[in-house]
């Protein structure tokens, strides 16, 4: 067995194979050759034996024909192919391998052949295989994006960020990808899908955007984890360091055997998994949105916050509308955060610009207060609650209309600034305004959403880190996790 290699020449390699490239615009091969040529700063080889020119680069029918030019090679060829294209890649002193086709071990007996038959040459070789059945992996410094997606001048539109994402649906990776990162909903250090994870797994992977200075907090789809200890030692390593949020999938047998049928995965059992995870101060969401969510928050402020009393989970709001303050008290209660009770020197100085007839707590409706000395009033009642020793994190519920173009956003964010304390948006009214209003906010910090609920699952994960840094810098509990091997 040859000792094995770690993960720079996939995050970056200095130069780059497609093995099933191919000038049809209508395959997967040529979103790969098109996105390597259009945004890969090293030289790129098209693999083709049927062809010898593809956009512009001579083609070669193999890769034993590239004997010490390339470190990385991307297949997409079918896959009864691709042993033959790993023994190529071997002879060729290929470092790695990412493997986009599918039809492996998720496709029965024979793909479970050609499976065993790839390991045992990875093993042999030391040459390194991601997937297969995925789409590979975006690094956004230095720039790669292995995708089958084409995208158009991927590497001026993938700004460089601090979110790492893990995924082991491929084309969730490529989908969160073009839905969130290419609209600028947030930006990415580095996206992985990691498929079948024949060779590189979660852990590994994981382990990479621990120590990776440019990775700042993960957010992960798993359908199985390969080894629970291995992966709870990292995980309870980031803890308080680098926030990790997952969705472990395959919770109930139905779910669990779909798990199995498009990524060959087992999942284990949900209860010992749960409490592993809580365990390792994992954030554990159950659907995608949230994840996207939690992932737009964390890449605003990856760092702890500052938190004001011993529980860390006491909950100021401010609103413009009384409703919606009851609908977010109940979901902050359900989350099982508190309302803060407000100082009496918060509520002395509140009442000073509330008028006598609706004396200010918490909820803090501000509304009275905004009709009586306008919008510039928010950056008032911000700074004195969020000065509030009673108070760790802040949900404002403002409402978007004109007077938007005359909100005191910079009075706000240095407010926001000065306290270090976590604070969400909620967005509601005239949505001509609200890219404006999230732009601003975004500057400070402060994510917005166009959702309560999001708000709170944002909230929540934010104290949730922030107290596990706290207890990780001066208040070290136990770290023994004494559970059962997640599958």
Not at 362 to 390: H, K, M, T, Y
Request: charged fraction near 25%; proline fraction near 6%.
């Amino acid at each position: 067995m040859t000792k094995r290699a770690g993960l720079d020449s996939f995050f970056a390699p200095k130069s780059v194979a497609v093995v099933g490239a191919t000038p049809n615009e209508e395959k997967g091969g040529y979103g790969i050759i098109f996105n390597m040529v259009d945004s890969f700063d090293g030289p790129v080889y098209p693999v083709n034996p049927g062809r010898d020119e593809i956009l512009g680069l001579k083609c070669y029918p193999s890769l034993r024909d590239l004997k010490g030019k390339v470190e990385m090679a991307i297949v997409f060829v079918p896959a009864e192919k691709v042993p033959g294209v790993l023994e190529d890649a071997v002879e060729a002193g290929v470092k790695a391998a990412v493997i986009e086709s599918g039809g492996f071990a998720e496709v029965g007996e024979e793909g479970k052949r050609l499976s065993d038959r790839c390991k045992e040459i990875s093993v042999k070789s030391g040459l390194r295989i991601w997937g297969p059945n995925c789409t590979g992996l975006v690094n956004t410094d230095p720039f790669i994006f292995t995708p089958f997606v084409p995208i158009r001048r991927a590497q001026e539109r993938l700004k460089p960020g601090c979110l790492g994402i893990i995924a082991q649906s491929g084309m969730l990776a490529a989908g969160f990808l073009i839905q969130y990162v290419v609209s600028g909903f947030f930006k990415v250090s580095k996206a992985c899908a990691i498929g079948n994870k024949l060779d590189v797994n979660e852990v590994e992977v994981l382990e990479y955007m621990a120590n990776d200075p440019k990775t700042c907090a993960v957010v992960a789809y798993l359908e199985s984890i390969v080894d629970g200890h291995a992966f709870l030692e990292v995980a309870r390593d980031m803890a308080g360091n680098k926030p990790l949020a997952v969705i472990k999938g395959g919770r109930y047998e139905e779910s669990a055997r779909a798990a199995l049928s498009h990524t060959a995965s087992l999942a284990g059992s949900d209860e010992i998994i749960d409490g592993a995870l809580h365990q390792a101060g994992v954030i554990r969401l159950e659907d995608f949105h949230d994840l996207m969510n939690l992932g737009k928050a964390f890449s605003l402020h990856p760092q702890p916050f500052n938190l004001a009393t011993p529980e860390g989970n006491n909950i100021a709001i401010i609103t413009i509308t009384g409703g919606a303050g009851v609908v977010t008290i109940d979901m902050l209660r359900s989350s099982g955060l508190e309302m803060a009770e407000l100082k009496e020197g918060t509520i002395k100085n509140l009442a000073k610009v509330f008028p006598v007839w609706m004396p200010p707590r918490n909820p803090v409706d501000i509304w009275p207060a905004l009709e009586q000395n306008g919008i510039g009033i928010f950056a008032d009642v911000i700074r004195d609650v969020l000065a509030d020793d009673s108070v760790d994190g802040v949900i404002l519920l403002p409402f978007a209309n004109r007077a938007m173009e005359f909100f005191p956003f910079d009075k706000v964010g240095k407010e926001v600034q000065k306290r270090g304390k976590a604070m969400v948006s909620w967005m509601f009214g005239d949505t001509r305004y609200f890219d404006h209003f999230e732009e601003c906010l975004r500057e400070f910090g402060v994510p917005v959403y166009s959702d309560i609920r999001s708000c709170v699952i944002a909230i929540e994960a934010y104290l949730q880190f922030s107290r596990a840094a706290r207890s990780r810098a001066g208040e070290h509990p136990s770290r023994e996790i004494k559970v059962a091997s997640i599958v």
